[in-house]
């Protein structure tokens, strides 16, 4: 099945209030981007990100980005252009 660009991958945008939050590292979270502990079956731990007052983040959906659990944007080169349909031939 060929992406659409309906399907355009897009990050998650946490207000992070709370001075520490668990970032999923692992991809087996049932509640993304957030740590559920799902990953207490493998040997990852989370992303834990620290800021001293509340801040806004973008959280990479599409887990390619090159600097997790941050976005840098390598969702915007995932997607395919929508297949046109075939030309309808003009008699
Ligand atoms: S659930 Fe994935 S790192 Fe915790």
Same mark, same amino acid.
């Given at each position: 099945? !060929?992406?659409?660009? $309906? $399907?355009?991958? @897009?990050?998650?945008?946490?207000? @992070?209030?709370?001075? @520490? ?14 740590? /559920? %502990? !799902? ?12 800021? &001293? !007052? +509340?801040? #806004? ?7 390619? !980005? ?5 976005? /840098? %944007? #390598?969702? %915007?080169?995932?997607?395919? +252009?929508? &297949? ?6 003009? &008699?």
């Amino acid at each position: 099945m !060929s992406l659409a660009y $309906d $399907d355009l991958i @897009q990050p998650y945008i946490v207000k @992070q209030v709370s001075k @520490q939050v668990a970032y999923c590292r692992c991809t087996r979270t049932k509640n993304p981007p957030f740590c /559920d %502990g !799902s990953h207490v079956v493998t040997k990852i731990t989370p992303y834990i990100l620290e800021f &001293e !007052s +509340p801040k #806004t983040i973008a959280i990479c959906a599409c887990w390619k !980005s090159k600097n997790h659990p941050y976005c /840098d %944007g #390598t969702h %915007g080169r995932l997607v395919k +252009p929508k &297949e046109r349909p075939a030309a309808k031939s003009v &008699e």
